[in-house]
């Protein structure tokens, strides 16, 4: 159906009611009065009904008109916002991007970033793939990603460094690997259940360093610390991630010779920087600069 009144109409509505007459109305819309009561009274005659009521000196919204005015700001919102996708598509700005990030890298943080870019371009979809390990290789191998964060650059790509994470042996303070009273060894670790994350590249190896005589691979982190802190076996975790769990007890470093803890730099790795949309990389623009903010600040590791 062909619509019968237009978004200035509408607008006009709108203007009367928040602005709190015709006269403040067309102020607001810097047009005359005689021509923002046309609009009002042309819609009302396009609808058949009547928006306004005359209440002494004030015009009052009618049940009708209540009901318009409310869908009228969705309507001149909604044409808003289509107005602006266009300009960001006539830009160049992508409609969607694919984010590739190993599940290592601090979720708040990505979070914080997204947000940031939502805020520059609200009508670019993200497609998030959280991946481990090589998984980001195939992301963005496959095209589904445009952009990666990861600790493994494939081959053909080339990355920045982004992040230095610190990673800790621990297991619950009562395993059997707590109370030896000593430090520990490489054949201490093999006799007990190691638990590890499995990866998400298709194309996945037995499983990354020591090799223990019992090992659980789970299909993410948080289930992996669950474990951890319920006994059920020891593994490396990114320290930002189980911060709590070590300061609750539940999780205790072990006390290993040597390895006890690992230092893993994560990489920003964009797909195609020669052709890389604006989109793609201003989210990068925004995750370098979310990590230099929060060095400064002394909360990486």
Same mark, same amino acid.
């Given at each position: 159906?062909?619509?019968?009144?237009? @978004? %200035?109409?509408? +607008? =006009?509505?709108? /203007? *009367?009611?928040?602005?709190?007459?015709?006269?403040?109305?067309?102020?607001? &819309?810097?047009?005359?009065?005689?021509?923002?009561?046309?609009?009002?009274?042309?819609?009302?005659?396009?609808?058949?009904?009547?928006?306004?009521?005359?209440?002494?000196?004030?015009?009052?919204?009618?049940?009708?008109?209540?009901?318009?005015?409310?869908?009228?700001?969705?309507?001149?919102?909604?044409?808003?916002?289509?107005?602006?996708?266009?300009?960001?598509?006539?830009?160049?700005?992508?409609?969607?991007?694919?984010?590739?990030?190993?599940?290592?890298?601090?979720?708040?943080?990505?979070?914080?970033?997204?947000?940031?870019?939502?805020?520059?371009?609200?009508?670019?979809?993200?497609?998030?793939?959280?991946?481990?390990?090589?998984?980001?290789?195939?992301? @963005? %191998?496959?095209? +589904? =990603?445009?952009? /990666? *964060?990861?600790?493994?650059?494939?081959?053909?790509?080339?990355?920045?460094? &982004?992040?230095?994470?610190?990673?800790?042996?621990?297991?619950?303070?009562?395993?059997?690997?707590?109370?030896?009273?000593?430090?520990?060894?490489?054949?201490?670790?093999?006799?007990?259940?190691?638990?590890?994350?499995?990866?998400?590249?298709?194309?996945?190896?037995?499983?990354?360093?020591?090799?223990?005589?019992?090992?659980?691979?789970?299909?993410?982190?948080?289930?992996?610390?669950?474990?951890?802190?319920?006994?059920?076996?020891?593994?490396?975790?990114?320290?930002?991630?189980?911060?709590?769990?070590?300061?609750?007890?539940?999780?205790?470093?072990?006390?290993?010779?040597?390895?006890?803890?690992?230092?893993?730099?994560?990489?920003?790795?964009?797909?195609?920087? %020669?052709?890389?949309?604006?989109?793609? /990389?201003?989210?990068?623009?925004?995750?370098?600069?979310?990590?230099?903010?929060?060095?400064?600040?002394?909360?990486?590791?």
């Amino acid at each position: 159906m062909t619509p019968r009144v237009s @978004l %200035e109409q509408w +607008r =006009a509505l709108i /203007a *009367v009611v928040d602005a709190g007459g015709y006269q403040q109305a067309a102020e607001s &819309l810097h047009k005359s009065q005689s021509s923002v009561t046309y609009a009002v009274k042309k819609l009302e005659a396009a609808l058949g009904v009547e928006a306004f009521a005359v209440e002494g000196r004030k015009a009052v919204l009618t049940p009708v008109g209540r009901l318009l005015y409310r869908r009228a700001r969705e309507l001149v919102a909604d044409a808003g916002s289509l107005e602006q996708s266009a300009r960001h598509l006539s830009a160049g700005w992508e409609a969607e991007i694919g984010l590739s990030v190993e599940v290592i890298f601090p979720t708040w943080l990505l979070l914080r970033c997204l947000d940031r870019f939502g805020a520059d371009s609200p009508h670019t979809r993200i497609e998030l793939y959280e991946s481990v390990m090589r998984g980001a290789a195939e992301d @963005l %191998e496959s095209g +589904r =990603a445009q952009l /990666a *964060v990861t600790a493994h650059v494939p081959a053909n790509y080339l990355g920045d460094p &982004l992040l230095d994470l610190r990673f800790v042996a621990v297991a619950h303070p009562d395993h059997p690997l707590q109370r030896l009273g000593r430090p520990l060894r490489e054949r201490d670790l093999r006799r007990h259940r190691r638990l590890i994350v499995r990866e998400t590249s298709s194309d996945r190896p037995t499983g990354p360093g020591l090799e223990t005589e019992q090992r659980w691979t789970v299909g993410n982190m948080p289930t992996s610390i669950g474990a951890a802190c319920r006994g059920y076996g020891f593994a490396w975790f990114p320290e930002h991630k189980i911060r709590n769990e070590l300061a609750e007890g539940s999780l205790k470093p072990l006390p290993l010779a040597r390895g006890a803890e690992r230092r893993v730099t994560v990489y920003l790795v964009v797909a195609e920087p %020669e052709t890389a949309g604006p989109g793609v /990389a201003r989210l990068a623009d925004i995750l370098r600069e979310s990590v230099a903010e929060l060095e400064a600040q002394g909360r990486a590791g």
